[in-house]
């Protein structure tokens, strides 16, 4: 016969085993932060994970100026070329960091820049392409110094 203590003890350890059960159930409940954001860029149009490359290095030093290179598969012909390419953030405070505008004239559809990150991010380019439809791809990026803080 077990005592109110073991009872207890035995509980206990029972709530302890099913804890990281109950974290991987909230975890995978959280909606993708970028949902909103491609519901605004892409007025509710289906996004492919496909056909866009992003280049950054995994760790950034500093969060002020990361490289990041964006290409997109495709001919860039007049009829089947990339329209724009828009690089979304998840924790920037304004989280639009830039669209560019292309064409057939471009040649290639590869844009090379640099980007402001606020700490430990995914980054997600969004492809729009003449046929309307859109393609995008992602990279992980470790900040060790943030920048854009918020003022609040």
């Given at each position: ?15 302890l ?8 159930r ?5 909606p993708?932060?970028f949902?909103?954001l ?8 289906s996004?492919?994970p496909?056909?866009v ?6 760790l ?7 490289p990041?290179?964006?290409s ?18 998840e ?6 960091m ?12 590869v ?5 402001r990150?606020n700490?430990?991010?995914?980054v ?5 392409l003449?046929?309307g439809?859109?393609?995008s791809?992602?990279a ?8 854009c803080?918020?003022a609040?």
């Amino acid at each position: 016969m077990l005592t109110p203590a073991r009872r207890r003890f035995i509980s206990m350890l029972a709530g302890l085993a099913a804890a990281p059960l109950f974290r991987a159930r909230a975890a995978r409940a959280q909606p993708d932060p970028f949902g909103p954001l491609l519901q605004q860029v892409t007025g509710g149009a289906s996004v492919r994970p496909e056909r866009v490359t992003v280049d950054t290095p995994r760790l950034a030093d500093n969060g002020n100026s990361v490289p990041l290179k964006v290409s997109v598969e495709s001919p860039m012909t007049a009829a089947d070329h990339v329209r724009s390419i828009t690089l979304l953030s998840e924790r920037n405070p304004r989280p639009i960091m830039a669209r560019f505008h292309l064409g057939p004239k471009a040649g290639r559809a590869v844009v090379v820049t640099r980007v402001r990150l606020n700490g430990t991010q995914r980054v997600l380019a969004v492809a729009q392409l003449s046929d309307g439809s859109y393609w995008s791809g992602s990279a992980e990026v470790e900040v060790t110094e943030s920048a854009c803080l918020d003022a609040t």
